[in-house]
């Protein structure tokens, strides 16, 4: 494989032309839009309509004039076309944590006589936590299901109320077949949760499809929502007149402006919002999400899908001669879209190659992660990263006490 083969697919990539709608730095390899993407154009002009023309020209007013108030519903719509959602049942707000919050309770509240929650034990920190949190607080118990070596059916029966889980795996990439594991769920009587933190805008998903039950995400990984960006709450068309989400604040009240003593859940998915709109946050999500314009998802997937196999072919070929393994899953319909190398000196190797304008990021305790991002990630990307992984082992680079000193955010 020579990088002319690499270019040669760049030349054929029918979405080659999407990675102008990026304001992406020159000469930077960026490998990380699974842990925050990159800048779409016309972001930072939207902010300053935003802080100018609306916030300080319009004041309070912007709230209808400007759709401030409308901005869930807005960007809710936009990302159903990617989640492969029905229309009305996708809002945001609040961080990913918080939405998971509230639909594992509106979940467990939907199977009222049962007391277990079901989770993987390798879940990204958070979804463990807040699980934890909530089976405290509902007087629940958690039962850990370890895919890799039991199937689904072995820890489900008629006490389970929810299963959490994550669709792709934030460490390795593993991902789950949506459809089948939200089947096996109702077989048994309980709802699905999905996290699709590392799923939405890089792989395809299809809520309506699988009939999941509930859904969260963050928007700023591959949605591109900017740091802290907020998180979106799905719930089926089934469940929108039913569920009750804990966090009962006056925006996903019925008539917020009518001021009632008491509460009384809006009829549609703004029930799950909570408090006032973070207004400059949504507004970049919104414009961010116009860089899915036009862009079909199967074809996100399919390009995502082979730039990760380049990625296998270039480490067998390069990399494995230094003893360091790609942790990928080999099957297509269990792979996400991103990478790992796993190597004692992850920590060093990562930081090496962001000395070389290759940026991944590092997952305790032997991981590099490296993520695809279809909108923007090159064939030749992937290439000169390979090379630039190879030549830092070569030279011992990720050894150096310079690549070893830990910073606070890995
Ligand atoms: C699977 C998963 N869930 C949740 C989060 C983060 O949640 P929050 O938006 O609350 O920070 C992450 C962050 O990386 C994640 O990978």
């Given at each position: 494989?020579?990088?002319?083969?690499?270019?040669a697919?760049?030349?054929d990539?029918p979405?080659?032309?999407l990675?102008?709608?990026?304001?992406l730095?020159?000469?930077?390899?960026y490998?990380?839009?699974n842990?925050?993407g990159?800048l779409p154009?016309g972001?930072?002009?939207?902010v300053g309509?935003?802080v100018g023309?609306?916030w300080?020209?319009d004041?309070?007013?912007?709230?209808?004039?400007?759709?401030?108030?409308?901005?869930?519903?807005t960007?809710?719509a936009?990302?159903?076309?990617l989640l492969g959602?029905?229309?009305g049942?996708?809002t945001v707000?609040?961080?990913?944590?918080?939405?998971l919050?509230k639909?594992?309770?509106?979940?467990?509240?939907l199977?009222?006589d049962r007391?277990v929650?079901?989770?993987e034990p390798g879940?990204f920190?958070t979804d463990s936590?807040?699980?934890?949190?909530v089976?405290r607080?509902?007087g629940?118990?958690?039962r850990w299901w370890?895919?890799s070596?039991?199937?689904?059916?072995?820890?489900l029966?008629?006490?389970?109320?929810?299963v959490?889980?994550?669709h792709v795996?934030?460490r390795?990439?593993r991902m789950?077949d949506g459809?089948?594991?939200?089947?096996a769920?109702?077989?048994?009587g309980?709802v699905?949760?999905?996290d699709?933190c590392?799923?939405a805008?890089?792989?395809a998903?299809d809520?309506?499809g699988?009939?999941?039950d509930l859904?969260?995400?963050?928007?700023y990984?591959?949605?591109?929502?900017?740091?802290?960006?907020?998180?979106?709450?799905y719930?089926?068309?089934?469940?929108l007149?039913?569920?009750?989400?804990?966090?009962?604040?006056?925006f996903g009240h019925a008539?917020p402006?009518?001021?009632?003593?008491?509460y009384?859940?809006?009829?549609?998915?703004?029930r799950?919002l909570?408090g006032?709109t973070?207004?400059?946050g949504t507004?970049v999500?919104d414009?961010a999400l116009?860089?899915f314009?036009?862009?079909?998802?199967?074809?996100?997937?399919r390009k995502?899908?082979?730039l990760?196999?380049l990625f296998?072919t270039?480490?067998?070929?390069?990399?494995?001669?230094?003893?360091?393994?790609a942790?990928?899953?080999?099957?297509?319909?269990?792979?996400?879209?991103?990478?790992?190398?796993?190597?004692?000196?992850?920590y060093?190797f990562v930081?090496?190659?962001?000395?070389?304008?290759v940026?991944g990021?590092?997952?305790?305790?032997?991981?590099?992660?490296?993520g695809?991002?279809?909108l923007y990630?090159?064939?030749?990307?992937?290439?000169?990263?390979?090379e630039h992984?190879?030549?830092?082992?070569?030279?011992?680079?990720?050894?150096?006490?310079?690549?070893?000193?830990?910073?606070?955010?890995?």
């Amino acid at each position: 494989m020579e990088r002319t083969d690499a270019e040669a697919l760049d030349r054929d990539d029918p979405l080659a032309r999407l990675r102008d709608r990026f304001d992406l730095p020159d000469g930077l390899i960026y490998l990380d839009g699974n842990s925050l993407g990159p800048l779409p154009r016309g972001v930072a002009e939207r902010v300053g309509r935003l802080v100018g023309a609306e916030w300080r020209d319009d004041l309070i007013t912007s709230w209808n004039a400007h759709g401030w108030y409308d901005l869930p519903a807005t960007v809710g719509a936009k990302l159903e076309r990617l989640l492969g959602a029905e229309p009305g049942t996708v809002t945001v707000g609040d961080s990913t944590s918080v939405q998971l919050f509230k639909l594992l309770v509106a979940g467990a509240r939907l199977r009222p006589d049962r007391r277990v929650v079901v989770t993987e034990p390798g879940n990204f920190p958070t979804d463990s936590y807040v699980i934890d949190g909530v089976a405290r607080l509902l007087g629940l118990s958690v039962r850990w299901w370890s895919a890799s070596s039991e199937p689904l059916s072995d820890v489900l029966d008629d006490d389970v109320a929810v299963v959490s889980l994550c669709h792709v795996d934030y460490r390795l990439g593993r991902m789950h077949d949506g459809a089948a594991v939200t089947r096996a769920v109702h077989d048994a009587g309980a709802v699905v949760l999905w996290d699709l933190c590392h799923s939405a805008g890089a792989v395809a998903v299809d809520l309506a499809g699988w009939a999941a039950d509930l859904a969260v995400g963050c928007g700023y990984k591959y949605l591109n929502g900017g740091p802290g960006a907020p998180a979106f709450g799905y719930v089926a068309p089934r469940w929108l007149g039913v569920v009750e989400q804990p966090i009962t604040g006056w925006f996903g009240h019925a008539t917020p402006f009518a001021l009632e003593r008491d509460y009384r859940p809006a009829d549609g998915v703004r029930r799950l919002l909570s408090g006032t709109t973070p207004v400059i946050g949504t507004a970049v999500l919104d414009t961010a999400l116009d860089a899915f314009d036009g862009v079909a998802m199967a074809d996100v997937r399919r390009k995502s899908l082979a730039l990760t196999d380049l990625f296998l072919t270039l480490a067998a070929e390069r990399l494995a001669s230094f003893g360091v393994e790609a942790e990928v899953p080999r099957d297509h319909a269990a792979r996400g879209s991103q990478l790992c190398l796993r190597l004692p000196e992850a920590y060093g190797f990562v930081q090496a190659l962001v000395a070389r304008r290759v940026v991944g990021d590092f997952r305790e305790p032997d991981l590099a992660r490296f993520g695809v991002a279809p909108l923007y990630t090159r064939f030749a990307d992937v290439y000169d990263a390979v090379e630039h992984m190879a030549a830092v082992l070569a030279a011992g680079e990720h050894r150096r006490p310079e690549n070893v000193a830990r910073a606070a955010v890995t």
